[in-house]
């Protein structure tokens, strides 16, 4: 998770091909996880570095009613080896977040990879999905993906 006042925040969606970024259509998303405790980004990198430092995959992400909403997963690689590896980076952190009590729903959104991820995710790493109602957002005023549903992700 990329800490608030990293840069990179205002210029990943250039990097992953998304809107996410300074001038883009969800600037606003990308000054938030640059200012905003409550917003952040799950950067997924390269584990082949042999193949570039460029990231495979990031999800902006928020935190509201102790739940952690992640927007819609976008990046670079569209093969199923990379899905494996960019849910499985997911199912880590997501087992991170349970552990601190706090529960996690991911956007019922088809954009970017999200889709390919939370059926990985299902499949893959035991997880039951649950359409539930999205937490307020911390901010009204945020670009996000996220719709009146969230999955919410649970262990089975």
Not at 42 to 58: F, H, M, T, Y
Not at 121 to 136: C, D, M, S, W
Request: net charge negative; charged share 20%; aromatic share 8%.
């Amino acid at each position: 998770i990329l800490d608030n006042g990293d840069l990179r925040a205002l210029t990943i969606g250039q990097e992953i091909s998304c809107c996410q970024y300074i001038d883009g259509y969800a600037s606003s998303c990308a000054i938030a996880t640059y200012e905003d405790p409550n917003y952040g980004i799950v950067l997924v990198d390269n584990i082949d570095q042999s193949k570039g430092s460029r990231p495979l995959a990031e999800a902006a992400v928020w935190i509201s009613e102790g739940m952690v909403v992640i927007d819609s997963i976008e990046g670079l690689r569209k093969d199923a080896s990379g899905y494996s590896k960019i849910a499985a980076a997911f199912d880590a952190i997501i087992k991170q977040w349970h552990a601190q009590g706090l529960r996690v729903g991911i956007s019922t959104t088809d954009y970017g990879m999200t889709v390919q991820i939370c059926n990985k995710l299902r499949r893959e790493f035991g997880y039951a999905i649950q359409a539930v109602n999205t937490p307020a957002r911390p901010a009204r005023n945020i670009y996000t993906d996220v719709g009146h549903y969230v999955n919410e992700f649970k262990k089975a």
